[in-house]
Protein backbone atom coordinates (compact mmCIF):
# COMPACT_ATOMS: atom_id res chain seq x y z
CA UNK A 1 0.00 0.00 0.00
CA UNK A 2 1.75 3.48 -0.98
CA UNK A 3 1.69 6.84 1.17
CA UNK A 4 -2.13 8.05 1.09
CA UNK A 5 -0.79 11.17 0.28
CA UNK A 6 0.29 9.75 -3.09
CA UNK A 7 -2.68 8.18 -3.98
CA UNK A 8 -4.40 11.29 -3.32
CA UNK A 9 -2.48 13.23 -5.29
CA UNK A 10 -2.45 10.98 -8.05
CA UNK A 11 -6.11 10.69 -7.65
CA UNK A 12 -6.68 14.63 -8.08
CA UNK A 13 -4.19 15.54 -10.26
CA UNK A 14 -1.84 17.16 -7.73
CA UNK A 15 1.18 17.79 -6.44
CA UNK A 16 3.69 20.63 -5.22
CA UNK A 17 4.63 20.67 -8.80
CA UNK A 18 1.07 22.37 -9.42
CA UNK A 19 0.24 24.62 -5.88
CA UNK A 20 0.24 27.91 -6.65
CA UNK A 21 1.53 28.36 -2.87
CA UNK A 22 4.82 30.44 -4.84
CA UNK A 23 6.87 27.66 -3.99
CA UNK A 24 8.37 27.23 -7.27
CA UNK A 25 9.18 30.71 -7.04
CA UNK A 26 11.33 31.00 -3.74
CA UNK A 27 15.60 29.91 -4.84
CA UNK A 28 16.98 26.80 -5.37
CA UNK A 29 19.18 25.40 -2.42
CA UNK A 30 22.64 24.99 -3.31
CA UNK A 31 23.62 21.50 -4.96
CA UNK A 32 24.98 19.05 -2.81
CA UNK A 33 28.87 18.79 -3.50
CA UNK A 34 29.37 14.90 -4.95
CA UNK A 35 32.64 14.76 -2.62
CA UNK A 36 29.89 14.79 0.66
CA UNK A 37 28.60 11.56 -0.07
CA UNK A 38 29.16 8.89 2.73
CA UNK A 39 29.48 5.74 0.64
CA UNK A 40 29.80 2.43 2.66
CA UNK A 41 29.99 -0.22 0.30
CA UNK A 42 30.95 1.23 -3.46
CA UNK A 43 29.24 -1.55 -5.66
CA UNK A 44 27.00 -2.99 -2.95
CA UNK A 45 24.59 -5.95 -4.73
CA UNK A 46 23.23 -6.92 -1.57
CA UNK A 47 19.90 -6.61 -4.00
CA UNK A 48 20.09 -7.96 -7.45
CA UNK A 49 17.39 -6.73 -8.45
CA UNK A 50 18.22 -3.06 -7.70
CA UNK A 51 21.57 -3.12 -8.76
CA UNK A 52 20.42 -4.03 -12.11
CA UNK A 53 18.07 -1.64 -12.55
CA UNK A 54 19.92 1.32 -10.87
CA UNK A 55 22.46 3.81 -12.84
CA UNK A 56 24.07 4.93 -9.45
CA UNK A 57 23.84 4.14 -5.51
CA UNK A 58 22.03 7.11 -3.83
CA UNK A 59 24.71 7.46 -0.82
CA UNK A 60 23.97 9.83 1.88
CA UNK A 61 25.45 13.05 1.58
CA UNK A 62 26.33 16.57 3.59
CA UNK A 63 28.01 17.59 6.70
CA UNK A 64 29.74 15.13 8.80
CA UNK A 65 28.99 16.72 12.06
CA UNK A 66 25.39 18.17 10.72
CA UNK A 67 22.64 18.65 13.59
CA UNK A 68 20.06 17.39 11.42
CA UNK A 69 19.75 14.09 9.38
CA UNK A 70 17.10 13.87 7.31
CA UNK A 71 15.72 10.09 6.24
CA UNK A 72 13.78 9.56 2.80
CA UNK A 73 12.34 6.32 1.50
CA UNK A 74 14.14 5.91 -1.48
CA UNK A 75 15.56 7.40 -5.03
CA UNK A 76 13.24 7.62 -7.74
CA UNK A 77 13.99 7.16 -11.53
CA UNK A 78 15.00 10.42 -12.06
CA UNK A 79 15.55 13.01 -14.97
CA UNK A 80 19.36 12.19 -16.77
CA UNK A 81 18.59 15.15 -18.84
CA UNK A 82 18.23 17.85 -16.43
CA UNK A 83 21.08 20.38 -15.52
CA UNK A 84 20.70 20.65 -12.07
CA UNK A 85 18.12 18.05 -9.90
CA UNK A 86 18.58 14.85 -11.87
CA UNK A 87 17.52 12.51 -8.84
CA UNK A 88 20.06 10.22 -7.06
CA UNK A 89 19.81 7.86 -9.33
CA UNK A 90 21.72 9.81 -11.86
CA UNK A 91 23.59 11.88 -9.22
CA UNK A 92 24.66 9.16 -6.95
CA UNK A 93 23.41 11.59 -3.92
CA UNK A 94 20.38 11.66 -1.81
CA UNK A 95 17.79 14.11 -2.30
CA UNK A 96 18.76 15.82 -5.38
CA UNK A 97 15.64 15.48 -7.66
CA UNK A 98 13.42 18.22 -8.82
CA UNK A 99 10.66 17.37 -7.00
CA UNK A 100 10.96 15.68 -3.46
CA UNK A 101 15.08 16.84 -3.37
CA UNK A 102 14.70 20.62 -3.80
CA UNK A 103 11.59 20.73 -1.60
CA UNK A 104 12.73 18.57 1.16
CA UNK A 105 16.06 20.84 0.97
CA UNK A 106 14.26 24.40 0.33
CA UNK A 107 12.11 23.49 3.68
CA UNK A 108 15.49 22.59 5.87
CA UNK A 109 17.21 25.96 4.77
CA UNK A 110 13.82 27.62 5.56
CA UNK A 111 13.62 27.24 8.83
CA UNK A 112 17.55 27.44 9.65
CA UNK A 113 19.27 23.90 8.61
CA UNK A 114 20.60 24.06 5.27
CA UNK A 115 23.10 22.36 6.36
CA UNK A 116 21.45 19.04 7.11
CA UNK A 117 22.64 15.56 6.16
CA UNK A 118 20.57 13.74 3.34
CA UNK A 119 20.17 10.08 3.39
CA UNK A 120 17.72 7.71 2.34
CA UNK A 121 16.58 4.04 3.90
CA UNK A 122 16.89 2.29 0.58
CA UNK A 123 19.93 3.92 -1.54
CA UNK A 124 19.01 2.17 -5.17
CA UNK A 125 15.67 3.22 -7.46
CA UNK A 126 12.96 0.34 -7.26
CA UNK A 127 11.62 -0.25 -10.42
CA UNK A 128 8.13 -0.94 -11.05
CA UNK A 129 8.68 -1.85 -14.45
CA UNK A 130 6.78 0.95 -16.12
CA UNK A 131 9.76 3.89 -15.74
CA UNK A 132 8.50 4.24 -12.10
CA UNK A 133 9.35 3.21 -8.78
CA UNK A 134 7.59 1.42 -6.60
CA UNK A 135 7.45 0.88 -2.50
CA UNK A 136 10.56 -1.17 -1.56
CA UNK A 137 9.98 -4.55 -0.51
CA UNK A 138 10.40 -5.37 3.29
CA UNK A 139 13.90 -7.12 2.37
CA UNK A 140 15.24 -4.02 0.50
CA UNK A 141 14.98 -2.50 3.50
CA UNK A 142 16.36 -4.93 5.82
CA UNK A 143 19.48 -5.02 3.10
CA UNK A 144 19.72 -1.05 3.52
CA UNK A 145 19.50 -0.98 7.22
CA UNK A 146 22.72 -1.27 8.34
CA UNK A 147 24.10 1.80 6.08
CA UNK A 148 21.04 3.31 7.69
CA UNK A 149 22.34 2.69 10.95
CA UNK A 150 26.16 3.73 9.82
CA UNK A 151 25.16 7.29 8.29
CA UNK A 152 23.43 7.75 12.46
CA UNK A 153 26.41 7.04 14.01
CA UNK A 154 28.62 8.78 11.60
CA UNK A 155 26.60 12.18 11.76
CA UNK A 156 25.23 11.56 15.44
CA UNK A 157 22.70 14.24 14.70
CA UNK A 158 20.71 15.70 17.27
CA UNK A 159 17.27 15.02 15.78
CA UNK A 160 16.61 12.98 12.43
CA UNK A 161 13.35 13.83 10.35
CA UNK A 162 11.73 11.57 8.40
CA UNK A 163 10.11 12.35 5.35
CA UNK A 164 6.90 10.73 4.93
CA UNK A 165 5.02 7.54 6.13
CA UNK A 166 7.37 4.71 4.50
CA UNK A 167 10.59 6.60 6.31
CA UNK A 168 9.11 6.85 9.61
CA UNK A 169 8.09 3.57 9.08
CA UNK A 170 11.56 2.08 8.14
CA UNK A 171 12.97 4.44 11.54
CA UNK A 172 10.45 2.62 13.82
CA UNK A 173 11.38 -0.30 12.68
CA UNK A 174 15.27 -0.23 14.34
CA UNK A 175 12.97 -1.01 17.59
CA UNK A 176 10.62 -3.46 16.10
CA UNK A 177 7.71 -1.40 16.09
CA UNK A 178 5.68 -0.88 13.21
CA UNK A 179 3.17 2.40 11.87
CA UNK A 180 0.34 2.65 12.92
CA UNK A 181 -1.34 5.78 11.45
CA UNK A 182 0.61 8.32 10.45
CA UNK A 183 -0.68 11.95 9.48
CA UNK A 184 -0.94 12.20 13.63
CA UNK A 185 2.44 11.78 13.97
CA UNK A 186 3.60 14.22 11.73
CA UNK A 187 5.74 16.86 13.81
CA UNK A 188 5.30 14.78 17.00
CA UNK A 189 8.68 13.58 17.37
CA UNK A 190 9.31 10.32 19.47
CA UNK A 191 12.49 8.38 20.15
CA UNK A 192 14.37 5.50 18.55
CA UNK A 193 16.14 3.79 21.41
CA UNK A 194 18.43 1.55 19.43
CA UNK A 195 19.72 4.00 17.22
CA UNK A 196 19.60 6.75 19.82
CA UNK A 197 18.15 9.50 18.41
CA UNK A 198 14.98 11.51 18.30
CA UNK A 199 12.60 11.27 15.04
CA UNK A 200 10.41 14.30 13.83
CA UNK A 201 8.57 12.44 10.89
CA UNK A 202 6.68 15.78 8.31
CA UNK A 203 5.15 14.99 5.62
CA UNK A 204 6.61 13.97 1.84
CA UNK A 205 8.10 17.00 0.40
CA UNK A 206 6.30 15.95 -2.95
CA UNK A 207 3.10 15.79 -1.61
CA UNK A 208 2.76 18.76 1.40
CA UNK A 209 0.53 20.57 -0.13
CA UNK A 210 -2.09 18.13 -0.37
CA UNK A 211 -2.00 17.47 3.21
CA UNK A 212 -1.04 20.75 5.21
CA UNK A 213 -4.69 22.26 5.09
CA UNK A 214 -6.12 18.86 6.72
CA UNK A 215 -3.79 19.48 9.66
CA UNK A 216 -4.39 22.75 10.18
CA UNK A 217 -1.31 24.65 8.45
CA UNK A 218 -0.79 27.00 5.71
CA UNK A 219 2.55 26.73 4.61
CA UNK A 220 4.13 29.58 6.40
CA UNK A 221 2.43 28.13 9.41
CA UNK A 222 3.88 24.74 9.12
CA UNK A 223 7.76 25.54 8.28
CA UNK A 224 7.19 28.03 11.64
CA UNK A 225 5.97 24.53 13.73
CA UNK A 226 8.51 22.52 12.38
CA UNK A 227 11.08 24.79 12.97
CA UNK A 228 9.28 25.18 16.77
CA UNK A 229 10.15 21.37 16.89
CA UNK A 230 13.49 21.18 15.44
CA UNK A 231 14.62 23.76 18.26
CA UNK A 232 13.48 21.24 21.03
CA UNK A 233 16.52 19.15 19.95
CA UNK A 234 19.08 22.10 18.31
Known sequence: ???????????????????????????????????????????CRRCPALADARTCIAWGNGPRDADV??????????????????????????YTSRHSGRRVRRLLAAVGHADAFYTNAVRCFPPDGTGSNREPTPEE???????????????????????????????LAFDDRTLDGFLERVLEPFRVESLGTAVVP????????????????????????????LEEFV
Open 1 to 43: MGDPADEEARATGTNEATEADGTDRDLDPASPDPDARLVHEPD
Open 69 to 94: LVVGEAPGAGDPAADRWRGGNHTGLA
Open 141 to 171: RANCRPFLRRDVETVDPAVVVATGRHATASL
Open 202 to 229: ILHPSYQAVWRSRLGYDEAGYREALREV
